[in-house]
């Protein structure tokens, strides 16, 4: 298997002043047997990267190495690099069994281990039953599954997946996302997966290169990327739903730290605060971040206490054991994730509620830059939310 190495990446789409930048000076390593996931927005410049790796666009500016090796200028056919996009592309007048067993009659496999290939991957995807059949015989998400299995019973050196399951039905996606890791582990294969679903990139992915407008926003583990966000886009992007975000005034006065935003204010806590060197500093305009599974109820009665953001229920949406709350604030809609064994009955649109601040669960943006400034205080605050909080991502 190999490695990969994207060296300062640039590519537009047309020329002059009408000229579009996709991808923008971009460099990442995807190591031997790593999975990797490209994960942003639609027009992050994410399947550019997948195609130019493929030699299916040729770069601007930079370089593509592969196993150690410059393959930027390489043939499609040089790189054995194996791929497969969000929409299939079989071949209509052959059965499923002949479309993913086309690669290895190429490579004049012999027909026991060509045979042995297809039907285990066949298995995996539960497409054993159809290889008889032709496309046209076959919904839209067995198609896919069919374009799955054509690359995955090659043994390239690089696997690239463009969204392959964003068509399945949520039951047969959750089974690839696990399947996608038992392939990795069985066949020791090194994919770089393209995705603007976070929770796959948090549950399959050893790493993720984040990316926004043709720009690497972050590039960690998935941990790290939702805890230490680097900005405000990653910190908004990743977790469903999403991070709550509002412009703020940071005022630090006579040994007390408040953060005000409207008429709401919430106090901070000052060896956080002096930790991340905003202390003692004049008011400064900043973003604050807070997570919705890190909201909770205020009871009635402590709704004018401090750090209660306190407003009206603008709509609540019921998922099983859980409730997200939309909460209007002075104008800004605060998300809260609350189980509904805490909730109670459901809440009236309009009624007036109370939501609790932790201020450990608090980031604080640069609101010109985004960069982030400081992080919430997770190791103290895991242990006061271990039982009350719900996941972190849903689906």
Same mark, same amino acid.
């Given at each position: 298997?190999?490695? #990969?190495?994207?060296?300062?990446?640039?590519?537009?789409?047309?020329?002059? %002043?009408?000229?579009?930048?996709?991808?923008?000076?971009?460099?990442?390593?995807?190591?031997?047997?790593?999975?990797?996931?490209? /994960?942003?927005?639609?027009?992050?410049?994410?399947?550019?990267?997948?195609?130019?790796?493929?030699?299916? +666009?040729?770069?601007?500016?930079?370089?593509?190495?592969?196993?150690?090796?410059?393959?930027?200028?390489?043939?499609?056919?040089?790189?054995?690099? @194996?791929?497969?996009?969000?929409?299939?592309?079989?071949? $209509?007048?052959?059965?499923?069994?002949?479309?993913?067993?086309?690669?290895?009659?190429? &490579?004049?496999?012999?027909?026991? %281990? /060509? !045979?042995?290939?297809?039907?285990?991957?066949?298995?995996?995807? &539960?497409?054993?039953?159809? *290889?008889?059949?032709?496309?046209?015989?076959?919904?839209?998400?067995?198609?896919?599954?069919?374009?799955?299995?054509?690359?995955?019973?090659?043994?390239?050196? *690089?696997?690239?997946?463009? +969204?392959?399951?964003?068509?399945?039905?949520?039951? /047969?996606?959750?089974?690839?996302?696990?399947?996608?890791?038992? #392939? &990795?582990?069985?066949?020791?294969?090194?994919?770089?997966?393209?995705?603007?679903?976070?929770?796959?990139?948090?549950?399959?992915?050893?790493?993720?290169?984040?990316?926004?407008?043709?720009?690497?926003?972050?590039?960690?583990?998935?941990?790290?990327?939702?805890?230490?966000?680097?900005?405000?886009?990653?910190?908004?992007?990743?977790? %469903?739903?999403?991070?709550?975000?509002?412009?703020?005034?940071? %005022?630090?006065?006579?040994?007390?730290?408040? *953060?005000?935003?409207?008429?709401? !204010?919430?106090?901070?806590?000052?060896?956080?605060?002096?930790?991340?060197?905003?202390?003692?500093?004049?008011?400064?305009? /900043?973003?604050?971040?807070?997570? $919705?599974?890190? #909201?909770?109820?205020?009871? &009635?009665?402590?709704?004018?206490?401090?750090?209660?953001?306190?407003?009206?229920?603008? @709509?609540?949406?019921?998922?099983?054991?859980?409730?997200?709350?939309?909460?209007?604030?002075?104008?800004?809609?605060?998300?809260?994730?609350?189980?509904?064994? @805490?909730?109670?009955?459901?809440?009236?649109?309009? +009624?007036?509620?109370?939501?609790?601040?932790?201020?450990?669960?608090?980031?604080?943006?640069?609101?010109?830059?985004?960069?982030? #400034?400081?992080?919430?205080?997770?190791?103290?605050?895991?242990?006061?939310?271990? *039982?009350?909080?719900?996941? $972190?991502?849903?689906?």
């Amino acid at each position: 298997m190999a490695g #990969l190495r994207v060296e300062g990446i640039e590519k537009a789409f047309g020329r002059g %002043e009408r000229a579009v930048r996709a991808v923008c000076d971009l460099s990442f390593d995807v190591a031997d047997r790593e999975f990797v996931f490209l /994960l942003g927005p639609s027009g992050a410049g994410k399947t550019t990267t997948l195609r130019t790796i493929a030699g299916l +666009e040729q770069p601007d500016a930079g370089r593509v190495l592969i196993n150690g090796s410059d393959m930027t200028w390489a043939a499609p056919r040089e790189r054995n690099v @194996a791929m497969v996009y969000d929409k299939n592309s079989l071949y $209509p007048h052959l059965s499923v069994f002949e479309n993913m067993a086309y690669p290895l009659r190429l &490579q004049r496999l012999a027909e026991p %281990e /060509l !045979r042995e290939r297809v039907m285990g991957v066949a298995k995996i995807l &539960q497409i054993e039953r159809m *290889l008889e059949r032709r496309p046209r015989e076959l919904s839209g998400g067995q198609q896919q599954r069919v374009a799955i299995g054509r690359m995955l019973v090659r043994r390239a050196d *690089l696997f690239l997946m463009d +969204e392959p399951i964003s068509h399945l039905d949520a039951k /047969l996606r959750a089974h690839m996302r696990l399947e996608f890791k038992k #392939l &990795q582990r069985e066949f020791q294969s090194t994919i770089l997966y393209v995705s603007h679903d976070q929770l796959e990139a948090m549950t399959m992915g050893d790493r993720i290169v984040v990316m926004n407008e043709g720009v690497v926003q972050q590039i960690g583990p998935p941990r790290t990327i939702f805890d230490r966000p680097a900005n405000r886009f990653v910190a908004g992007f990743v977790g %469903e739903p999403s991070m709550n975000i509002a412009d703020c005034t940071l %005022e630090d006065a006579g040994g007390a730290a408040t *953060l005000r935003f409207g008429h709401q !204010r919430l106090a901070l806590d000052r060896d956080w605060l002096d930790a991340a060197g905003l202390g003692n500093a004049p008011a400064r305009a /900043l973003s604050l971040g807070i997570r $919705p599974q890190h #909201l909770s109820l205020a009871p &009635q009665a402590e709704q004018g206490a401090p750090n209660v953001i306190r407003g009206e229920v603008y @709509a609540a949406e019921t998922l099983g054991s859980e409730t997200i709350l939309d909460v209007e604030a002075d104008g800004v809609i605060f998300r809260a994730w609350i189980r509904n064994s @805490a909730l109670g009955r459901a809440p009236a649109i309009g +009624e007036a509620i109370g939501l609790q601040v932790d201020p450990r669960a608090i980031y604080l943006f640069d609101r010109d830059s985004g960069k982030t #400034l400081a992080f919430a205080d997770l190791s103290r605050l895991d242990d006061a939310h271990a *039982l009350s909080s719900p996941s $972190p991502l849903i689906h």
